[in-house]
T-cell receptor, first 114, second 117 residues
Framework: KAGVTQTPRYLIKTRGQQVTLSCSPI?????VSWYQQTPGQGLQFLFE???????NKGNFPGRFSGRQFSNSRSEMNVSTLELGDSALYLC?????????????FGPGTRLTVT | AQTVTQSQPEMSVQEAETVTLSCTYD???????LFWYKQPPSRQMILVIR??????QNATENRFSVNFQKAAKSFSLKISDSQLGDAAMYFC??????????????FGTGTRLQVTL
């Protein structure tokens, strides 16, 4: 079974621009979660989508948004980029059931904001 | 809110030896899951082992085992017969079993494990 894929793997953007990151979950997984990893703040939960609905949200500003499509693929969007948004963005997929919710991570998208 | 603490920023172990990584957590919930994830230089997060809070028996996966002390809110990872490929950042993570929050993993700050010859 193919793992979680994320595109693009690397991205350089300028402050003020917006960016869209994509995540394709493992086949059969209906839940996609997003995490931001920075040296200063560590790993922080952004949000989770399950069956095209946002099920849970972390403590991030409204500039961070996401969506999920009917095939479970998910996109994350960051508008009006700030230097502090430079991070590794990790996507994780799971079946989505409470007792079967091991999350499997993708390789991440490294975003650099200049 | 739950918190996860890893008090060892770096650890070193010789090949073939045993090392224990520490993790403590704080929660008011009685039902939850705990995980250890490994992040090698490739940055891919890999699930190492999981523990259900309702299970008294400590989880084991080949050379990896945990010491889960629920009352003390402690969850340490023991790596036996360490190999060079075990060198990585190790993260302890907590997940609630409550509906609606079960997707969120709360991570510790990580322990960087170095394996020497």
């Amino acid at each position: 079974k193919a793992g979680v894929t994320q595109t693009p793997r690397y991205l350089i953007k300028t402050r003020g621009q917006q960016v869209t990151l994509s995540c394709s979950p493992i086949s059969g997984h209906r839940s996609v979660s997003w995490y931001q990893q920075t040296p200063g703040q560590g790993l922080q939960f952004l949000f989770e989508y399950f069956s095209e609905t946002q099920r849970n949200k972390g403590n991030f500003p409204g500039r961070f948004s996401g969506r999920q499509f009917s095939n479970s693929r998910s996109e994350m969007n960051v508008s009006t980029l700030e230097l502090g948004d430079s991070a590794l963005y990790l996507c994780a997929s799971s079946i989505g059931l409470i007792f079967q919710s091991e999350q499997y991570f993708g390789p991440g998208t490294r975003l650099t904001v200049t | 809110a739950q918190t996860v603490t890893q008090s060892q920023p770096e650890m070193s172990v010789q090949e073939a030896e045993t090392v224990t990584l520490s993790c403590t957590y704080d929660t008011s919930e009685s039902d939850y899951y705990l995980f250890w994830y490994k992040q090698p230089p490739s940055r891919q997060m890999i699930l190492v082992i999981r523990q259900e809070a309702y299970k008294q028996q400590n989880a084991t996966e080949n050379r990896f085992s945990v010491n889960f002390q629920k009352a003390a809110k402690s969850f340490s990872l023991k790596i036996s017969d360490s190999q060079l490929g075990d060198a990585a950042m190790y993260f302890c993570a907590y997940r609630s079993a409550l509906t609606g929050t079960a997707s969120k993993l709360t991570f510790g700050t990580g322990t960087r494990l170095q394996v020497t010859l």
